[in-house]
């Protein structure tokens, strides 16, 4: 399945891009594939253990040591960049999995939450 966004009329549709896939794989040549495995494995259990709706900023928290994430700090150097290459990860993740899931950035409190939203969508 792929990762789905309602469109101006209200109608779902897919979304096949894939953003700044180059930057991306990039990120991922530097890495091992028991590392891309580790942190690809990390997340889909993550999206698994939030049945409904998952806020990517809210699932690492601010310390990454001693997780598959710290590799992707480690590649990176920076931590606006990681926190960038994460987010491509989880959109990897979220396009792989089986059932239909849609985005977006939203606010709480009237304050834009940091990291992408996503929702698993019914029909």
């Keep these: 399945m792929a990762l789905f966004k309602f469109d101006g009329n209200g109608d779902l549709k ?14 991922r040549r530097l890495m091992t594939k028991a590392e891309v495995d580790a942190i690809m494995n990390y997340l889909a259990h ?5 049945p409904e709706i998952l806020t990517t900023s809210w ?3 601010a310390d990454w040591t ?10 990176c ?3 606006v960049l ?4 994460y987010g491509l990860f989880m959109w ?10 849609s985005f977006g950035h939203y606010e709480l409190d009237g304050v834009p939450i940091k990291g992408m939203t996503y929702f698993r969508v019914t029909e």
């Design 66 to 75: 001693d997780s598959p994430l710290e590799r992707i700090y480690e590649v």
């Design 14 to 27: 897919a979304v096949t891009r894939f953003p700044y896939a180059g930057a991306y794989q990039d990120v």
């Design 77 to 79: 150097g920076d931590e």
């Design 59 to 61: 699932i690492p928290g």
């Design 92 to 101: 990897d993740v979220m396009q792989q999995h089986p059932e239909k899931w």
């Design 46 to 50: 993550e999206v698994e253990v939030r």
């Design 82 to 85: 990681a926190a960038k290459m």
